[in-house]
């Protein structure tokens, strides 16, 4: 088998084929979740490494190890621990409540503050996390409201994604953006890559709010007709009257059951129109009921620990603007990031470190620790230097004076349509390569 394939990879097929070929299996098996990303991560870069074996290319493992980006994934892995013990404190649920208690129990102010909320702590936390931690409270929040969750988890989803794009750290794909050596030595570090993006973000997210308005304002401004136990109360009279009408009347016997199901019916009608005249409150007295409840379901667990992250998170912060900015600071940011997480674990004294490591993300940091290796194989392979080649080529067919209007529309729309189809962290990945 090696001895007919060899020759095959020397001549027969060009090795920006086969690093094709490769690629876009992985991009398959990613797209259509055949199997885990991470294992096809790994699969991809096994591959890689067998082909360049067949050219007598084969890498150390020393080399291997040198292809992963290990600023990356240190700085993914200190926010992950980061974010894993402030979730600890309870300060999402408390926000989503003084949100609504700030918005009085209006639902579109309430949508507004949601969304901002997760526009903003998605700009320096994990956005996935933002959302998994906001969710349960915002569904408590409609069933308050009585409202559909949907658009509003929506709203907060999208939210989320632009809030994530503003900052270096706020998603995985500006992760890998801003931790690449090549930007980096191009004067680009966290203060100018946010910089940059955060002026765009506040223009996306007023169109983006525009559009969701537009769209959801049906569903958002007109709530339920009948709050969800009178609703199910309603729902209930209708199966025990159905239920008695179908019931065939020949023998004494289902005279009776028919009779006794039509008493309940009348049972439950007695209910509803009790809770339907319990119901009839002002607005303000019912607004203050769930502010009360609310308040005492979702509270702060932990105020001494919610001081130590939020101070702890300040500084990290502070740093990676400090680092880019002042060229004394010989700090990276993973290592900033693997710092500051070093120093909330002290300051939480946590006596059992598992709750918090079954939070972290490990099959991410293994698809990245794959990703990289992938791609360095099929850079070896000639594939991106092929991919490059081509883009230039194709942007000098325009004028000198248009190729960089050009270059930007190519990059954005590929980046736009590709996304959408395939995992952005490896089309990310691919592109910086």
Same mark, same amino acid.
């Given at each position: 088998?090696?001895?007919?394939?060899?020759?095959?990879?020397?001549?027969?097929?060009?090795?920006?084929?086969?690093?094709?070929?490769?690629?876009?299996?992985?991009?398959?098996?990613?797209?259509?979740?055949?199997?885990?990303?991470?294992?096809?991560?790994?699969?991809?870069?096994?591959?890689?490494?067998?082909?360049?074996?067949?050219?007598?290319?084969?890498?150390?493992?020393?080399?291997?190890?040198?292809?992963?980006?290990?600023?990356?994934?240190?700085?993914?892995?200190?926010?992950?621990?980061?974010?894993?013990?402030?979730?600890?404190?309870?300060?999402?649920?408390?926000?989503?409540?003084?949100?609504?208690?700030?918005?009085?129990?209006?639902?579109?102010?309430?949508?507004?503050?949601?969304?901002?909320?997760?526009?903003?702590?998605?700009?320096?936390?994990?956005?996935?996390?933002?959302?998994?931690?906001?969710? %349960?409270?915002?569904?408590?929040?409609?069933?308050?409201?009585?409202?559909?969750?949907?658009?509003?988890?929506?709203?907060?989803?999208?939210?989320?994604?632009?809030?994530?794009?503003?900052?270096?750290?706020?998603?995985?794909?500006?992760?890998?953006?801003?931790?690449?050596?090549?930007?980096? !030595?191009?004067?680009?570090?966290?203060?100018?890559?946010?910089?940059?993006?955060?002026?765009?973000?506040?223009?996306?997210?007023?169109?983006?709010?525009?559009?969701?308005?537009?769209?959801?304002?049906?569903?958002?401004?007109? %709530?339920?007709?009948?709050?969800?136990?009178?609703?199910?109360?309603?729902?209930?009279?209708?199966?025990?009257?159905?239920?008695?009408?179908?019931?065939?009347?020949?023998?004494?016997?289902?005279?009776?059951?028919?009779?006794?199901?039509?008493?309940?019916?009348?049972?439950?009608?007695?209910?509803?129109?009790?809770?339907?005249?319990?119901?009839?409150?002002?607005?303000?007295?019912?607004?203050?009921?769930?502010?009360?409840?609310?308040?005492?379901?979702?509270?702060?667990?932990?105020?001494?620990?919610?001081?130590?992250?939020?101070?702890?998170?300040?500084?990290?912060?502070?740093?990676?603007?400090?680092?880019?900015?002042?060229?004394?600071?010989?700090?990276?940011?993973?290592?900033?990031?693997?710092?500051?997480?070093?120093?909330?674990?002290?300051?939480?004294?946590?006596?059992?470190?598992?709750?918090?490591?079954?939070?972290?993300?490990?099959?991410?940091?293994?698809?990245?620790?794959?990703?990289?290796?992938?791609?360095?194989?099929?850079?070896?392979?000639?594939?991106?230097?092929?991919?490059?080649?081509?883009?230039? !080529?194709?942007?000098?067919?325009?004028? %000198?004076?248009?190729?960089?209007?050009?270059?930007?529309?190519?990059?954005?729309?590929?980046?736009?349509?590709?996304?959408?189809?395939?995992?952005?962290?490896?089309?990310?990945?691919?592109?910086?390569?």
């Amino acid at each position: 088998m090696l001895q007919f394939l060899y020759p095959i990879l020397h001549s027969h097929i060009p090795q920006v084929v086969v690093a094709t070929s490769i690629l876009v299996g992985v991009y398959l098996l990613i797209t259509f979740d055949i199997i885990h990303r991470t294992l096809a991560a790994f699969m991809g870069s096994t591959a890689t490494i067998a082909a360049l074996s067949m050219l007598h290319k084969r890498p150390t493992l020393y080399e291997v190890v040198e292809w992963v980006d290990l600023d990356t994934i240190c700085l993914l892995f200190g926010m992950m621990t980061l974010v894993a013990i402030f979730s600890q404190t309870g300060f999402f649920d408390y926000s989503a409540v003084k949100a609504y208690k700030l918005a009085k129990g209006k639902i579109g102010p309430l949508i507004t503050i949601l969304c901002l909320l997760s526009a903003v702590v998605s700009a320096f936390l994990d956005n996935v996390t933002t959302i998994l931690l906001l969710t %349960p409270v915002s569904i408590r929040l409609c069933q308050v409201l009585n409202v559909d969750p949907l658009p509003v988890l929506i709203a907060e989803v999208v939210f989320s994604n632009i809030g994530g794009t503003a900052t270096a750290v706020g998603d995985p794909p500006n992760v890998i953006i801003v931790s690449n050596k090549l930007i980096q !030595s191009q004067g680009i570090g966290f203060a100018e890559f946010t910089l940059h993006l955060s002026l765009g973000i506040l223009l996306c997210m007023v169109v983006a709010y525009a559009v969701l308005a537009c769209i959801y304002c049906t569903c958002v401004r007109l %709530p339920n007709k009948d709050r969800p136990h009178i609703a199910e109360l309603k729902r209930e009279i209708a199966i025990w009257e159905r239920t008695a009408l179908q019931m065939p009347v020949v023998s004494l016997e289902e005279t009776a059951v028919r009779d006794a199901l039509r008493t309940k019916a009348s049972e439950v009608r007695n209910q509803l129109h009790r809770e339907e005249l319990l119901s009839v409150q002002s607005a303000t007295d019912m607004w203050q009921t769930n502010l009360a409840q609310l308040e005492k379901q979702y509270r702060i667990t932990d105020p001494v620990l919610l001081v130590k992250s939020a101070s702890v998170l300040a500084v990290v912060i502070l740093l990676f603007f400090l680092a880019s900015v002042i060229p004394g600071i010989e700090l990276k940011l993973g290592w900033i990031a693997i710092f500051g997480a070093v120093v909330l674990l002290i300051l939480a004294d946590t006596q059992n470190l598992d709750p918090i490591l079954h939070k972290i993300e490990w099959s991410t940091l293994l698809f990245f620790a794959g990703l990289f290796v992938l791609m360095e194989g099929l850079q070896e392979l000639g594939l991106i230097q092929y991919i490059g080649d081509q883009m230039v !080529s194709m942007i000098k067919m325009v004028p %000198p004076e248009n190729q960089m209007v050009v270059a930007l529309i190519v990059v954005v729309w590929v980046s736009a349509l590709a996304s959408s189809f395939i995992d952005n962290i490896p089309f990310t990945t691919a592109t910086v390569s």
